[in-house]
């Protein structure tokens, strides 16, 4: 048997939408084999600046750093249009935002208020899950949010300040890179490029059965109701998933440079 490929991803529904074929077997892997890990997005940005994993999710922005060990899969992208980062702050408050929480300092959610927003001067990370509901508790000024996050924050009396994935697409015509999936190059070329049609099969599969992954993706989902899930997959797994394409591989070219 060969030696399992390590593979990190996101617990967040778009990632084990798409990998869920290749976890669970229900494509045929051809005899390659995976150790499957699940951390926070700031924690896989980490990871790929140690270059821990030989398949790893990151964030777009963190790639002129990683670019030596790693290079961006044609699969795999949480990449389009109106699925941006959302900047919030809590409901009538009209104070100046000053201090806001991140969801970490390599995030291209992070990349985007820093070009965006530069009269903000002070940005801590803080795990994506906690920043709701401590921009509620008055912690900081307001927070950007990610993943089943941008779905939910009015439960937590917040309201939004501003798009960031629409400021973006203003800017630049040009749909919004937030997560890609990379290779070590250590695994050469061809484990590369085995890896990346199977990754397609997988997310083909995925769209091909939407119910399939159901059971997978709640087993590590933050939020569990199907409505809010649904509503996740429908935002961040699209065409560019399947296939950057030229549009999509500018799109990143645009974010880094």
Known sequence: MSKPI??????????????DAIINQRIDCRGMHFDVEYLDIE?????????????????????????????????????????????????GDTTPLRHIAVPGEHTTANSLVRRLFPEIEKRTPRLFSEIAEAVERGEYDGGVLIHEGRFVYERCNLELVADLGLEWERQTSLPLPLG??????????????????????????????PTASRDFIKAHAQELEDDVIDKHIALFVNDFSLSLGAEGRHAIEELVR
């Not at 922005?61 to 699925?83: F, K, Q, T, W």
């Not at 999936?181 to 995925?206: D, M, Q, V």
Request: aromatic residues 8%; proline residues 4%; neutral net charge.
């Open 6 to 19: 390590r593979v990190a991803i996101s617990p967040c529904p778009n990632d084990t939408f798409m990998f």
């Open 43 to 91: 924690q896989l940005n980490a990871a790929a600046l140690e270059h821990r994993f030989d398949i790893t999710k990151c964030s777009a922005a963190v790639l002129p750093a990683i670019e030596h060990n790693y290079e961006v899969l044609d699969s795999g992208a949480a990449l389009g249009r109106g699925n941006g980062p959302l900047l919030v702050r809590r409901k």
């Open 180 to 209: 890609i999936i990379t290779a070590s190059r250590a695994l050469g070329e061809e484990r590369i490029r085995a890896f990346e049609a199977l990754l397609g099969e997988s997310i083909a599969y995925a769209f091909a059965h």
